[in-house]
């Protein structure tokens, strides 16, 4: 459908009606190519990671139109109830994420806060989203910034169990990059939402406060405790008044003993950071951002979680049908434990990667070791707390409170350009456009999340944008055949034209009443 406003021949209209319909027809932000490349669609990896046709769509206008070219008639239609198929009533999770289909991924929850229909049009049309060439040099821009952390070799993964081992694996590695080069990329994390398992890959993870002003805010806002002045030289605290005599004699008073070490002072928060790639060279606006800022509190929310200790391997094990138990197939282990061998040599590991895999050698005791991981990366150390009142019995005792994490509620969008050619020893960093910050908002997502899995499971029928995010129409594939733009059109033009007939003929309206 063409977007001209002269094409329409409308000339009974004024200027203002046909500004309105041609904005809302073909309005566009002008400064924005908004190609910027779709969320992970993660595939399973097929090597280790070592520290270092177009689719034809159905035009049924043009069809009319031949058939009414036509030099005969065509034969009446058959009884469309006996011929045409019936609806998949189905929920869009019933049909595209229960087995042998993959589960919901990160990219599946949060690529409708673009545009519900769109999703959609590409689950019902495509099975997934269609791989533009924005989206495949975004892949290659990806691919280069990991390298940059991780060198990937091939590993041959004989067993369902040995390919989910070399994934966990892979885990447990990019862990421990993060804690020996404060930078990790492309970590895979697992979860829970809503009673369903979902998957991500995490772009990066850093020591490096990405927005030391914002952060500065959230310092202030959070309350932060007052540093406790020190006291004057050869005063004694009343720690130090209560101290038993033997701390005394050797040095060490109650005070100190309680206080955290040295390196606890200064535990460093982890940033999580969405990166994308971007064709133009200015950064989208806010409600372009929008599926990256729901991506980042996903990914916060399932972090914490997995540090927590809150998802269990046995939904993966019922979900993919492995065996927790099975042991690794010996050259599985042999690959994976030869390939680590220089690296745990050159690293800070205590322990080599053989003797690793030989102790744990099933999901079950890899993934406990991969939790281990993740504690003593994300989890803060308890400090204990006198409890305000003596319980009576256990059924007093308060319930034990979620231990807090390093985690930092500062989440990052960065953006990189997609222009140029990444040249091997360059970083990527050089080519970045800005970036932008966000609070992670823990009501936000709730919100989100429980009204887009009504539509996941099917309480409501998929919706299109806001009339104020109609621009976004424009980069759509699906414009042409869409349900809501046609929707949205009818009622523009009958708009126009009664306000065009009220203003041609005012007394018409007055007479009728």
């Not at 200790?309 to 492995?322: S, T």
């Not at 400090?383 to 930092?408: F, H, I, M, Y």
Request: charged share 25%; with cysteine; glycine share 4%.
């Amino acid at each position: 459908m063409s977007t001209d406003v002269d094409d329409l021949q409308f000339s009974d209209f004024d200027p203002e009606d046909l500004d309105e319909i041609s904005r809302l027809a073909d309005d566009v932000e002008a400064d924005t190519r908004l190609d910027v490349v779709d969320i992970e669609d993660y595939e399973p990896p097929h090597g280790i990671r070592l520290p270092a046709s177009s689719p034809i769509q159905y035009n049924h206008i043009s069809v009319q139109t031949v058939r009414a070219q036509s030099a005969e008639p065509e034969p009446p239609p058959a009884d469309i109830a006996e011929t045409a198929p019936e609806p998949d009533t189905r929920s869009p999770l019933e049909r595209f994420r229960r087995p042998p289909k993959k589960a919901l991924s990160v990219t599946d929850l949060v690529s409708p806060a673009w545009c519900e229909l769109q999703y959609w049009y590409t689950l019902t049309r495509h099975g997934r989203k269609r791989r533009t060439p924005a989206m495949k040099q975004g892949t290659t821009v990806h691919q280069a910034l990991e390298e940059e952390v991780h060198i990937t070799v091939p590993v041959d993964t004989p067993t369902k169990e040995d390919g989910w081992g070399l994934r966990i694996w892979n885990v447990i590695q990019g862990i421990r990059t993060l804690r020996d080069n404060g930078c990790t990329r492309e970590l895979e994390i697992w979860g829970t939402v809503g009673g369903e398992i979902v998957n991500g890959v995490i772009d990066e993870l850093s020591y490096d406060c990405p927005d030391p002003n914002l952060e500065a805010k959230v310092d202030k806002q959070a309350g932060k405790k007052p540093v406790v002045p020190d006291l004057p030289e050869r005063q004694t605290s009343i720690a130090d008044f209560l101290a038993p005599a033997s701390q005394q004699e050797n040095g060490q008073s109650l005070e100190a003993a309680l206080r955290p070490s040295q390196p606890m002072l200064k535990q460093k928060p982890i940033y999580v950071t969405d990166i994308k790639t971007r064709g133009s060279k200015t950064l989208p606006g806010l409600s372009a951002m929008r599926p990256a800022i729901l991506q980042l509190h996903l990914y916060h929310h399932m972090l914490e979680n997995l540090a927590q200790g809150n998802f269990a391997l046995q939904q993966l094990a019922e979900r993919y049908g492995f065996d927790t138990n099975a042991a690794f197939s010996d050259s599985f282990i042999a690959q994976v434990g030869s390939l680590n061998q220089e690296m745990s040599q050159s690293s800070n590991s205590s322990e080599d990667s053989l003797d690793i895999l030989l102790k744990h050698n099933s999901l079950s005791s890899l993934w406990s070791f991969m939790l281990s991981e993740f504690r003593q990366t994300f989890l803060l150390p308890v400090e204990s707390q006198a409890p305000t009142s003596t319980p009576q019995s256990v059924a007093d005792l308060p319930a034990p409170e979620a231990q807090p994490t390093r985690l930092s509620p500062i989440l990052t969008v960065e953006y990189l350009s997609a222009t140029y050619e990444h040249r091997r020893g360059e970083s990527t960093r050089q080519h970045s456009l800005g970036r932008k910050s966000f609070v992670f908002n823990s009501g936000y997502l709730k919100a989100y999340l429980e009204d887009s899995l009504n539509w996941w499971h099917g309480v409501r029928e998929a919706k299109g944008v806001e009339l104020q995010e109609a621009w976004k129409c424009r980069y759509c594939d699906f414009r042409d055949d869409c349900v809501w733009i046609h929707d949205r059109d009818r009622s523009a033009y009958q708009q126009a034209v009664d306000r065009k007939t009220m203003r041609s003929d005012p007394l018409s309206t007055k007479s009728e009443v």
